[in-house]
């Protein structure tokens, strides 16, 4: 059984920043590629950022681009989003995900296991 539990969220002002973790246990994590998704009030979830098996390849959604850094350890079972330049539009609950493949992608479909979530509040 995988569990994913994340990190790191809070309350922060527009232009700071945030780095979101999330500790894996279960399946083996260095097999399978990881992402992250969020979810703001009365909106979709959507796709943030997703990196590979081995962290040699990221994957970002255009909002995410240039301001935040998905990377991973995998010899700690750890995944990180380094969130800067927050903005009020990025406020929401985010999600820790874990790929059914071991190359990552953009499509939350891919990605079969989800954390709790953390929410992450940026005031303007």
């Known amino acids: 059984q995988v569990q994913l539990v994340e990190s790191g969220g809070g309350l922060v002002q527009a232009g700071g920043s945030l780095r979101l973790s999330c500790a894996a246990s279960?399946?083996?994590?260095?097999?399978?590629?990881m992402g992250w998704s969020r979810q703001a009030p009365g909106k979709e979830r959507e796709f943030v950022a997703a990196i590979n098996w081995s962290g040699g390849t990221t994957y970002y959604a255009d909002s995410a681009k240039g301001r935040f850094t998905i990377s991973r350890d995998n010899a700690k079972n750890t995944v990180y989003l380094q969130m800067n330049g927050l903005r009020p539009e990025d406020t929401a609950v985010y999600y820790c995900?874990?790929?059914?493949?071991?190359?990552?992608?953009?499509?939350?479909?891919?990605?079969?296991?989800w954390g709790q979530g953390t929410q992450v509040t940026v005031s303007s």
């Open positions: 995900v874990r790929s059914r493949y071991s190359s990552g992608s953009v499509y939350l479909a891919d990605f079969d296991s």
């Open positions: 279960g399946r083996a994590f260095s097999n399978s590629a």
